[in-house]
C-alpha cells in the first residue's frame, strides 16, 4: 500500500513568514510523529500522537511551533515567524499499535528559510 | 552531551569488505535499539531492531547491542554500492514512543 506522504517536499520561506507542512500517514495507522533533521545533528523528535490521546509535546523548540492531528489521520506542523534556524528536513513518521519500535517515514520536506 | 553518540564519518570501504558502524548512549533506560538506512533525499528505512543486549542476523546484517559498555554495533558483511546510504542508530525507552537518534554516519561502498 502508500506509504507515508508529506508535502511540500520543498519549501522556501522568508523569514518571520508562517509555514504549515503536512503528513499523510500510512492507512489505519495510530501513531504519528514529527521529528526535524539538521544538518550534523541528526534527528530531533518533535511532538507524537496516539490515538485521541494528548500528544506528547516535549520536544517541539519552541511556541513557534506547532502541530494538530484532525481526525486522527493527517497532520499538520505550523511554524510562526520563521527564523534561519528553523531550515532543515522535516520529517513524519507513523506507525501501527503493537509495532511502535517501526516507525514508517515519509520523505521529508525540505524547509529553507532566507 | 547527547544521549546517543555517533561518528559521522564519511566512511569509505571497497567492495566485498566487512563494515563495522558504532553507537554509544548514555541512558541506561534505554531498552530498543534500532539501526535505520536513509538513501540521499529519501525518509529513513528500518534496518534492525533488537531488544536489549544480544546479536541478531539478518542476510548480510548483524546488529548487536552490549547493554553493560552502552555499545551499539550494525555489521554489514560482503558490502555492496547499493549499501551506500546513511546509517543512523536509535534507541527507545520502554513505555516511550520517542526515537533518540544518533547523527548518523554517512557510508560509501566503492566498486
Known amino acids: 500500500g502508500a506509504g507515508v506522504s508529506q508535502s511540500p517536499s520543498n519549501k522556501v520561506t522568508e523569514k518571520g513568514k508562517d509555514v504549515e507542512l503536512r503528513c499523510d500517514p500510512i492507512?489505519?495507522?495510530?501513531?504519528l510523529y514529527w521529528y526535524r533533521q539538521s544538518l550534523g545533528q541528526g534527528l530531533e523528535f518533535l511532538i507524537y500522537?496516539?490515538?485521541?490521546?494528548?500528544?506528547?509535546k516535549s520536544g517541539l523548540p519552541s511556541d513557534r511551533f506547532s502541530a494538530e492531528r484532525t481526525g486522527g489521520s493527517v497532520s499538520t506542523l505550523t511554524i510562526q515567524r520563521t527564523q534561519q534556524e528553523d531550515s532543515a528536513v522535516y520529517l513524519c513518521?507513523?506507525?501501527?499499535?503493537?509495532?511502535?519500535?517501526?516507525?514508517?517515514f515519509g520523505p521529508g520536506t525540505r524547509l529553507t528559510v532566507t | 552531551q547527547k544521549e546517543v553518540e555517533q561518528d559521522p564519518g564519511p566512511l569509505s570501504v571497497p567492495e566485498g569488505a566487512i563494515v563495522s558502524l558504532n553507537c554509544t548512549y548514555s541512558?541506561?533506560?534505554?531498552?530498543?535499539f534500532m539501526w535505520y538506512r536513509q538513501y540521499s533525499r529519501k525518509g529513513p528505512e528500518l534496518l534492525m531492531y533488537?531488544?536489549?543486549?544480544g546479536n541478531k542476523e539478518d542476510g548480510r546484517f548483524t546488529a548487536q547491542v552490549d547493554k553493560s559498555s552502552k555499545y551499539i554495533s550494525l555489521f554489514i558483511r560482503d558490502s555492496q554500492p547499493s549499501d551506500s546510504a546513511t546509517y543512523l542508530c536509535?534507541?527507545?525507552?520502554?513505555?516511550?514512543?520517542?526515537?533518540?537518534f544518533g547523527t548518523g554516519t554517512r557510508l560509501t561502498i566503492i566498486p
Open positions: 513518521a507513523s506507525s501501527s499499535p503493537g509495532g511502535r519500535y517501526e516507525q514508517y
Open positions: 492507512s489505519g495507522h495510530t501513531a
Open positions: 500522537f496516539q490515538g485521541n490521546s494528548a500528544p506528547d
Open positions: 541512558n541506561s533506560a534505554f531498552q530498543y
Open positions: 533488537t531488544y536489549s543486549s
Open positions: 536509535a534507541t527507545k525507552k520502554g513505555g516511550n514512543e520517542k526515537l533518540t
